[in-house]
């Protein structure tokens, strides 16, 4: 129940495509949902977040589509670029008190590689 | 800037030594940071959650009286690898939350621990 399972593995595409990752979570009690964006030998980076009581949030480049009926959300990358290429990870929490505060779930990310 | 600093970025010990690994939340006061860990290739898996001026609460399957957590102020905790084996080799990364304003997760640049 605990699970956010990411989807795909790795994606390939090229300057100024739209690579799109997905992740879906089966806990109801979760109301949080970060992107980050990891590169080698770094932490993660936040990317961008959503609460479940939007369907869309846009942040420059990356938009976050959010179906909470279906339980999933997903991560598009407007124009991609060379410097895009990292590795990305969906994540989940509860963030209303409790001792699950904070306490994320990671997807099992995705390597993206953007070619120029 | 950076919210949360990390140190040392890398280290590499002797197995059946310790090794401490800092955390500081650089921008607020944070009564909570928690720690993660990667493995090459792999996701982020949370280890404990480090409670300021009380005990960590650890994971499923973490040995606590071998990642020892201690958070002594607002603004530092620190995880201390006890008897380091080569399986312990991983990446340590902490994060603090902005729980008053954002409740976003911040993370730290991470610390590569190496056991001989």
């Known amino acids: 129940q605990q699970q956010v399972k990411q989807s795909p593995q790795s994606l390939i595409v090229q300057k100024g495509g739209i690579p799109i990752i997905n992740c879906a979570y089966e806990?109801?009690?979760?109301?949080?949902f970060p992107w980050y964006q990891q590169f080698p030998g770094k932490g993660p980076a936040l990317l961008i977040a959503?609460?479940?009581?939007?369907s869309e949030k846009k942040e420059g480049r990356f938009t976050i589509s959010f179906n909470k009926s279906a339980k999933q959300f997903s991560l598009h990358i407007m124009d991609s670029q060379p410097g895009d290429s990292a590795t990305y990870f969906c994540?989940?929490?509860?963030?209303?008190?409790?001792?699950?505060?904070?306490?994320?779930?990671f997807g099992q990310g995705t390597i993206l590689t953007v070619h120029p | 800037g950076a919210v949360v600093s990390q140190h040392p970025s890398r280290v590499i010990c002797k197995s059946g030594t310790s090794v401490k690994i800092e955390c500081r939340s650089l921008?607020?006061?944070?009564?909570?940071m928690f720690w993660y860990r990667q493995f090459p290739k792999q996701s982020l898996m949370l280890m404990a959650t480090?409670?300021?001026?009380?005990?960590?609460?650890?994971e499923q399957g973490v040995e606590k009286d071998k990642f020892l957590i201690n958070h002594a102020s607002l603004t530092l905790s620190t995880l201390t690898v006890t008897s380091a084996h080569p399986e312990d080799s991983s990446f340590y990364i902490c994060?603090?939350?902005?729980?008053?304003?954002?409740?976003?997760?911040?993370f730290g640049e991470g610390s590569r621990l190496t056991v001989l």
């Open positions: 994060s603090v939350s902005d729980r008053v304003m954002t409740g976003e997760l911040f």
């Open positions: 806990n109801t009690a979760f109301d949080y």
């Open positions: 959503i609460r479940p009581d939007v």
């Open positions: 994540a989940a929490s509860i963030s209303a008190g409790g001792t699950s505060y904070g306490k994320l779930t």
């Open positions: 921008d607020f006061q944070a009564t909570t």
């Open positions: 480090s409670n300021e001026g009380s005990k960590a609460t650890y």
